[in-house]
């Protein structure tokens, strides 16, 4: 029989995998993943991010400390420019097809398409963008008591339009 925290901890990740993932989204490019593999690819790419982002800026990668909005917004625009990282190889050519093309709104064009990969990409690894982004600002959020807690916060932002944003 499991641990009382052990059983709420899996309740607590089914919760979450259920309320994020549906459909589609738990078969990217038509490979079906168990949800507890969704929800681990998704933590496993906030620590990715934290630790390139800490890297990139000479930070201790073994660091705690929440990022500042400042480091959220440098963090954001450095991983929306390594297209390298994220954008599917065929998006890729034609992004760069775009890019190179001395047609009239090319570059428009490629800015939207760009635009447009990003945030299929973020839906895909996380179901929320604000999740996502609340996950990597603050490392607290990584215990399984602290995703309970921010569960219960994305259940209310779900439900109004005016809430504020994920924040500890």
């Not at 800490?54 to 390594?82: A, C, E, I, P, V």
């Not at 570059?107 to 179901?127: D, I, P, T, V």
Request: include cysteine; hydrophobic fraction near 35%; charged fraction near 25%.
């Amino acid at each position: 029989m499991m641990a009382a925290s052990e059983e709420e901890r899996n309740s607590t990740m089914t919760q979450l995998v259920n309320m994020l993932w549906h459909g589609d989204l738990l078969k990217p490019h038509g490979c079906t993943l168990p949800a507890k593999q969704k929800l681990e690819q998704m933590l496993q790419l906030v620590v990715h991010r934290r630790a390139t982002f800490q890297t990139s800026q000479s930070l201790n990668r073994h660091s705690s400390r929440s990022f500042t909005d400042d480091d959220m917004k440098l963090m954001w625009g450095l991983w929306y420019d390594d297209i390298r990282v994220w954008m599917r190889a065929d998006i890729l050519q034609k992004y760069r097809e775009l890019k190179a093309s001395r047609k009239p709104h090319s570059g428009k064009h490629a800015h939207e398409l760009k635009k447009r990969s990003f945030n299929s990409y973020l839906h895909e690894q996380s179901g929320c963008k604000q999740l996502l982004l609340a996950l990597i600002q603050y490392p607290a959020y990584h215990s399984p008591s602290a995703v309970a807690g921010l569960l219960h916060k994305f259940q209310n932002y779900q439900q109004t339009k005016d809430s504020p944003p994920l924040t500890m």
